[in-house]
Nanobody, 127 residues
Framework: QVQLVESGGGSVQAGGSLRLSCTASGYSYSGGGAAWFRQAPEKEREGVAAIDSDGSTSYADSVKGRFTISKDNAKNTLYLQMNSLNPEDTAIYFC?????????????????????WGQGTQVTVSS
């Protein structure tokens, strides 16, 4: 049974930083893709950043240059380093995973393409 558990959320002032972690059990990040999504109140879930099994990454335009996705295969943990946070980044952040490789790049940030999901962690950025 696959389980993804996020941690690292919290409250921060604008301009601050947070690092989210997502530890997997029953799933290996070395053998598949993973991504971070977020959902703000009354908004659709949106893809933030994705990383493939080979380490290639993709980002939403809104976070490029500010967020960095990475993974530690030995620890089976996915990370999202978030810098220069602003109030528009306030949301529940979810990690997600999909087995395999060779997925079309335009599917990297599509929630429909992911099979496994964490429970989410709240990130609140105050101005």
């Amino acid at each position: 049974q696959v389980q993804l558990v996020e941690s690292g959320g919290g409250s921060v002032q604008a301009g601050g930083s947070l690092r989210l972690s997502c530890t997997a059990s029953g799933y290996s990040y070395s053998g598949g893709g993973a991504a971070w999504f977020r959902q703000a109140p009354e908004k659709e879930r949106e893809g933030v950043a994705a990383i493939d099994s080979d380490g290639s990454t993709s980002y939403a335009d809104s976070v490029k240059g500010r967020f960095t996705i990475s993974k530690d295969n030995a620890k089976n943990t996915l990370y999202l380093q978030m810098n220069s946070l602003n109030p528009e980044d306030t949301a529940i952040y979810f990690c997600a995973a999909r087995p395999g490789s060779g997925w079309p790049s335009d599917s990297d940030l599509s929630a429909l393409e992911y099979v496994y999901w964490g429970q989410g962690t709240q990130v609140t950025v105050s101005s």
